[in-house]
């Protein structure tokens, strides 16, 4: 069992009876999909699930996992994903995924959001491994763009992985990846990003994560502050 495995089916071990849970999207979330499935169909355990990503909701349904629309929900009493970086005071870097919207309002509808990383995704400040995702209305990109190279950006619009055409997230925007530079911290850069028109939603969450389980040495540790 990989370090992604161990957190994941720590994290499904919590899940407790009638729960409803948010479902994220990657690798490990992949793997807590696929333990939750496990626990209903050989546990009985009782729950319902709303993804934060077609991709989700496509694994939940082959899976038999009951699932609910977004729509018909105001709240949920755990969201359970991974993230691409996490600094010491839990702010979060998410998005590779792209579907930023659906996740954010997941992880603030949540009673509890658990956060599933290993180690590699420590990092000191936001920014450090991976550029940040911005979601920007299509016909708003070129204004954006500029509007982040004035704060020091640089970055482009994210391409298909065979670079023959552009990301395009499930409700039609586009993605910038946008690098800055250290001096501007996350609680900084997560505001500039919050007051620029035109953009759709980031992937900095700050102040969301309840906990980030980890696993050290094939120990799942959990953190709540640092
Ligand atoms: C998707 C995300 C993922 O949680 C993040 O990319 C981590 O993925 P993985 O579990 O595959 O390492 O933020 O938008």
Known sequence: MNDKERV????????????LVGL???????????????RRREEGLRVSVVSSSVVSAIKAQSLSLPLLGIETI??????????????????????????????KLLARAADQFWVLIDPSKRVDRIGANYPIPIEVMPFAWQMVKRNLELLGGRGDLRQTANKDG????????LVLDMVFDAVLDSRTLNN????????????????L???????????????RTC
């Open 24 to 38: 994220g999207t990657g690798s490990t979330a992949n793997y807590f999909i696929e333990e939750l499935a496990r």
């Open 209 to 223: 994560a309840s906990v980030v389980l980890c696993v050290i040495d094939g120990q799942v540790v959990e953190q």
């Open 74 to 103: 105001n709240r949920i009493d755990v969201y359970v994903d991974g993230a691409d970086e996490v600094t010491p005071d839990l702010t979060l870097l998410k998005g590779r995924g792209f579907d930023l919207v659906r996740e």
């Open 192 to 207: 500039l990003l919050n007051n620029t028109p035109g953009v759709v939603e980031h992937g900095i969450f700050r102040n």
């Open 166 to 173: 552009l990301v395009m997230t499930s409700y039609g925007s």
């Open 8 to 19: 994941a089916h720590h994290a499904a071990q919590q899940i407790k009876e009638g729960m």
